[in-house]
């Protein structure tokens, strides 16, 4: 066996793990723990003073022990109780926290996924439970942020979600003179669900011949599932999450037409054409790798998903491939979402 690195020795020096499984055992062994991490994070840092609304100052709490085994801290000055659940995905639910936060460990720690059936068999919950868990982590803590704006590089490109063509689809949109991929594509403009995705470049921006230090966000991704007619869909995105001055980077695809003549310099990959990389930096390549991750995620863990549900599957490959640098950060950040309450509409 390897010996162990300084900061853990139970973990190999070769391991490229940032939070392995021990670490977070270590870390959070029970529901006692879990749930006193929610109330020093979301009220009280050193775990006895917080503001109390009923006095509207600073006061003391103490937890006491009930037979009903409230999860709650009581003002000491007027008795208000506090509840470090209230209005979180954990709030009124009868899994225990270490649960909760076991499947968020999962669900950052694994490259492609995990299924409701996999977290079933790990926490030994029902699977109705296990795919409620995953339901509120994926649509409630893992929404994408639209303040974080793309800028410098972007790639954009489309892509569609589905099934395989059966026999008598493949009957249906056979038509002289296409050739197959066009029926493919026209089958999938059909059937499949489209998403719309960016993704800032993920190198160097050198202006002067020094690297700039003020752009962040290095490689971050940003995808939605879109109506088929999505051009409007793609002009609005533009604008919310890409700078002006920005450089753009698509296929050939007619949807794209229109930058052309709105300001934006745009450039465009002739795949249509064979052409794939132009000039060395004219391509789709980052983009079209995170939708590999997408597809073979999707294929290999979930077999399939419904359109419904198709937007939460993608905010959690956003969430993974935006965090991809730090597991460690990664979990510590969806967890610190978990602490507060959920954003009302």
Not at 149 to 173: C, H, I, Q, S
Request: with cysteine; hydrophobic share 30%.
């Amino acid at each position: 066996m390897a010996p162990g690195n300084r900061k853990n020795p139970q973990r190999a020096t070769a391991s490229d793990s940032t939070y392995t499984l021990l670490e977070f055992m270590a870390d959070f062994p029970d529901d006692e723990t879990c749930l006193n991490w929610l109330w020093r994070t979301r009220y009280a840092p050193d775990g006895e003073t917080a503001f109390c609304q009923r006095c509207e100052t600073e006061r003391t709490f103490k937890r006491y022990t009930s037979k009903q085994q409230r999860q709650d801290w009581t003002c000491t000055a007027c008795g208000l109780h506090v509840h470090p659940t209230a209005g979180t995905i954990y709030h009124k639910s009868s899994t225990g926290l270490h649960l909760w936060f076991y499947a968020m460990y999962l669900m950052t720690s694994t490259r492609c996924g995990i299924s409701a059936k996999q977290l079933e068999r790990e926490l030994g919950v029902t699977y109705k439970t296990a795919w409620r868990m995953f339901n509120l982590i994926r649509n409630q803590l893992m929404e994408q942020d639209p303040d974080e704006k793309l800028t410098n590089r972007v790639e954009m490109d489309e892509t569609y979600v589905g099934g395989k063509p059966r026999a008598t689809d493949r009957a249906k949109w056979q038509k002289p003179g296409l050739t197959v991929q066009s029926q493919a594509v026209s089958w999938a403009h059909d059937k499949k669900t489209p998403i719309f995705g960016m993704v800032q470049r993920n190198d160097k921006v050198w202006e002067d011949g020094k690297t700039k230090a003020t752009v962040t966000n290095y490689g971050n991704v940003v995808a939605y599932v879109v109506p088929k007619k999505m051009q409007s869909d793609v002009i609005r995105l533009m604008d919310d999450q890409v700078k002006d001055g920005t450089t753009i980077y698509t296929d050939d695809s007619r949807l794209y037409d229109w930058m052309d003549k709105s300001g934006w310099e745009h450039h465009k990959v002739r795949h249509s054409r064979g052409s794939y990389v132009a000039n060395y930096q004219i391509h789709t390549q980052q983009i079209e790798g995170f939708w590999s991750l997408v597809k073979r995620g999707i294929s290999g863990t979930h077999h399939a998903v419904s359109p419904k549900w198709l937007q939460g599957y993608v905010n959690e490959y956003v969430w993974r491939y935006n965090h991809r640098d730090n597991g460690r950060g990664m979990f510590s950040a969806l967890l610190l979402r978990s602490a507060f309450p959920l954003a009302t509409p």
